[in-house]
C-alpha cells in the first residue's frame, strides 16, 4: 500500500507539473491572441498603434499555423495602412500558403495575403514576383468572382508595374480595372494612368487619345479643379513632347491663369512648364522670362520633393548651356551635395530610429520576463500547494493505515491475554504465551496513548506477569528456548542442531513462535514487525528448508529425533 502512495503522489505531480505548464502555454498563447484581435480592431483609425501591439507580440514561432499566419497578415496590413516599407514583412507569403491549404482555403485572406505580398516583394525590389503576385490575385479574385477584391488588387498594381518597368503588362492590367470598374468617379484616374503608362511605352498617340477621354470624365462629372489641372498638365507635357508645344502653351496658360486667381502653389510649375515648351520653340527670352517667374513663385514644396528640384536643376542648367555655351556644374554639385546629405541625415534618423525601436524591445522583453517569472512562480506556488495537498492526503491516509494495524495488534494481544488468563493447565501453548507476555514490554506500546482500553490491558498484563517483571523489559530467547524444549520435546534444540547451518537466529524464533501456534497477526505483534514481513520471513524459510508454498512449518520441523538419539 505504500508504495501505491507514492506512485499515485509521483504521477500525481508530474501530471500536475505538465498541466502547470501547458496551462501557462495556453494562457500566454490566449494573451497573444487577444492582442491580435485587438490590433485588427483599430488598424484602420490607428494604424501606428496597432504596430505598436502587435510588435509586443512575442514567440511567435511557437505558435499554431493559424494564429501565425492571422500575425502576419495582421501585422503586414498595419504597415500598409500606415505607409511603412514592409520589406521586413517575410511572413506575409507563409500566411499566403497557409490561407491557401485545402483545409483552410479561406479566399479573403488569400486576396489580401496577395496584395500584400506584391508590396513585400516590391518593397524588397523584386518586381517580378510583386507583379506576378498582383496578376494571381486578380485571377483568384475572378474566380472567386469578387469583383471588390479584384479591382483593389488592380488599383494596387500601378507602383508594382512602373518599378518593374514592365509597362505592356500595366497597360493590360489598366484595361481590365476600366472595364469592371462602375465607379464612375474615378474613371478620369483609370484613364490618366493609362495615359502615363502608354507614354512610358512611347506610345505617345494613345496617350493622348486617353488624356482627352480622362479631360471629358472631369468636365462632365465636375470633380475638383485640382483633378482637372493634373490631368490636364499632364495632357500638355505630352503634347509638348509629340512636338504641339504651341497647343500644350495654350492649355498651360489656361491652367496657369486658375492657378493666379486661387495662389495655388502649383503656379510655380506651369510657370516651368511654359519655359520648356517654349525653350522647344526656340524662344529663349520667353523661356528665360517664364524660368524666372518659375523662380520668383517657387515654394518650399518644390525643393522637399527631389523629383520636382531635379526638373528644376536639368531645365536651367540646360538653358545655361544654350545661352552661354557652356556647361557649368555648381547648381549640379549643390543639387549633388543636397542630396548626399539628406542621404546622410535619414541614414542617421534610420539609426537612431533603429536604436529607439531596439531599446523599446529591449524594455518589452524584459517586461515579458518579469512576467514570465510571476507565471512561473504563480504556477509553482499552485503546485506546490496541490504536492502539500497530496502529502496531508497521504499522511493521513498512512496514519489511519497504521491506526487500523495497532487496532489490529491491539485485539491480538486481547485475544493473548484472554487465552493466557487462568491456570496453566489449559495447556502447553498458553503456558508458552505466558512466558512470552511476560517478557515482553508490551507496556511501552500503549504507554503512550494511555487511553480506558490500553489502561485496562495493562492491568491485565500485571496480572499474568504476578507484578515481578519490570515493564520495560524484553524477550530473553534464551530462556524462552528452554522453555520451549521443556514443553515440546525438545524443538528449538532439535532444529538449530538439523538446520542451524541453513536458518538465522531470527528464523530460529519465528519456528519457536509458529511451534506454540501463535497465529501470523500474533507473530507480528510478538517481534514489533509488519503482517507482510512475517509473511515474507515464512516464505524464505520455506525455500530453505525445499518445502511447498503452502505447507506448514511446525509441521514439517515436528518430531526430528535429536543428535545421537536413535529410533526407538
Excluded at 477621354?213 to 472631369?218: I, P, T, V, Y
Excluded at 498651360?252 to 486661387?262: A, D, V, W
Excluded at 525438545?490 to 524464533?509: A, C, D, P, V
Excluded at 514481513?533 to 518430531?559: C, S
Amino acid at each position: 500500500m505504500k508504495k501505491d502512495y507514492k506512485k499515485v503522489l509521483k504521477y500525481g505531480f508530474v501530471s500536475l507539473v505538465c498541466l502547470s505548464i501547458l496551462a501557462a502555454c495556453r494562457d500566454d498563447i490566449s494573451l497573444q491572441h487577444m492582442k491580435i484581435e485587438k490590433a485588427e480592431q483599430i488598424m484602420q483609425r490607428n494604424p501606428e498603434e496597432a504596430i505598436a501591439l502587435l510588435q509586443s507580440v512575442k514567440n511567435t514561432e511557437m505558435f499554431p499555423d493559424f494564429l501565425r499566419a492571422r500575425f502576419a497578415l495582421a501585422l503586414g496590413q498595419a504597415h500598409f495602412t500606415a505607409y511603412w516599407v514592409m520589406n521586413e514583412d517575410s511572413l506575409l507569403p507563409y500566411a499566403l500558403q497557409y490561407y491557401a491549404r485545402p483545409e483552410v482555403s479561406d479566399t479573403q485572406r488569400i486576396l489580401r495575403a496577395c496584395k500584400l505580398s506584391a508590396h513585400y516583394f516590391y518593397d524588397n525590389e523584386r518586381y517580378k514576383e510583386a507583379t506576378e503576385m498582383m496578376v494571381e490575385g486578380s485571377r483568384i479574385a475572378a474566380l472567386s468572382n469578387d469583383t471588390a477584391a479584384r479591382i483593389d488588387l488592380l488599383r494596387s498594381v500601378a507602383n508594382i508595374g512602373e518599378g518593374n518597368d514592365d509597362f505592356k503588362g500595366l497597360i493590360q492590367l489598366q484595361k481590365q480595372l476600366m472595364e469592371i470598374d462602375p465607379d464612375t468617379t474615378r474613371r478620369y484616374s483609370n484613364y490618366n494612368s493609362l495615359a502615363v503608362s502608354y507614354f512610358c511605352e512611347n506610345l505617345t498617340d494613345s496617350a493622348l487619345l486617353a488624356l482627352r477621354k480622362a479631360s471629358e470624365c472631369l468636365y462632365t462629372s465636375a470633380d475638383s479643379v485640382q483633378a482637372l489641372h493634373h490631368v490636364i498638365r499632364n495632357y500638355a507635357d505630352i503634347l509638348s513632347d509629340a512636338g504641339e508645344n504651341r497647343e500644350a502653351i495654350s492649355l498651360q496658360q489656361r491652367i496657369l491663369q486658375q492657378y493666379k486667381e486661387t495662389g495655388h502653389p502649383f503656379e510655380c510649375l506651369s510657370y516651368q512648364s511654359l519655359s520648356r515648351y517654349f525653350l522647344n520653340l526656340g524662344q529663349m527670352d520667353s523661356a528665360r522670362y517664364y524660368m524666372q517667374k518659375a523662380d520668383s513663385t517657387r515654394v518650399p514644396y518644390i525643393d522637399q520633393d527631389l523629383s520636382l528640384s531635379n526638373y528644376f536643376m536639368v531645365q536651367k542648367t540646360l538653358m545655361d548651356y544654350v545661352e552661354n555655351g557652356s556647361f557649368k556644374i555648381r547648381d549640379i554639385a549643390f543639387f549633388s551635395n543636397r542630396l548626399y546629405n539628406n542621404f546622410i541625415r535619414d541614414q542617421r534618423k534610420l539609426a537612431q530610429k533603429g536604436k529607439v525601436q531596439l531599446l523599446l524591445q529591449q524594455q518589452n522583453m524584459n517586461l515579458q520576463l518579469e512576467k514570465q517569472k510571476e507565471r512561473t512562480f504563480f504556477v509553482g506556488l499552485i503546485s506546490l500547494c496541490i504536492l502539500l495537498l497530496f502529502a496531508v492526503i497521504w499522511y493521513l491516509q498512512r496514519r489511519k493505515h497504521l491506526l487500523l494495524e495497532k487496532e489490529e495488534e491491539l485485539e491480538a494481544l486481547r485475544r493473548l491475554l484472554r487465552e493466557t488468563e487462568g491456570d496453566i493447565s489449559g495447556g502447553n501453548d498458553k503456558f508458552v504465551k505466558k512466558m512470552l507476555l511476560q517478557q515482553l514490554g508490551l507496556i511501552r506500546i500503549v504507554a503512550t496513548n494511555p487511553s480506558s482500553d490500553h489502561q485496562e490491558l495493562l492491568v491485565q498484563m500485571g496480572r499474568i506477569a504476578n507484578k515481578d517483571v519490570v515493564a520495560d523489559d524484553l524477550l530473553v530467547w534464551n530462556d524462552l528456548y528452554k522453555t520451549i524444549d521443556m514443553v515440546y520435546d525438545g524443538f528449538y534444540t532439535r532444529i538449530s542442531q538439523k538446520y542451524g547451518h541453513i536458518l538465522n537466529e531470527k528464523e530460529l524464533q519465528l519456528c519457536c513462535l509458529l511451534k506454540s501456534d501463535f497465529s501470523t497477526k500474533e507473530i507480528s505483534v510478538v517481534i514489533q514487525q509488519s503482517i507482510r514481513t512475517v509473511y515474507q520471513r515464512k516464505t524464505v524459510i520455506r525455500q530453505k528448508l525445499g518445502m511447498e508454498e503452502k505447507e506448514d512449518i511446525a509441521g514439517f520441523l515436528t518430531p526430528l529425533p535429536l543428535k545421537g538419539e536413535g529410533n526407538t
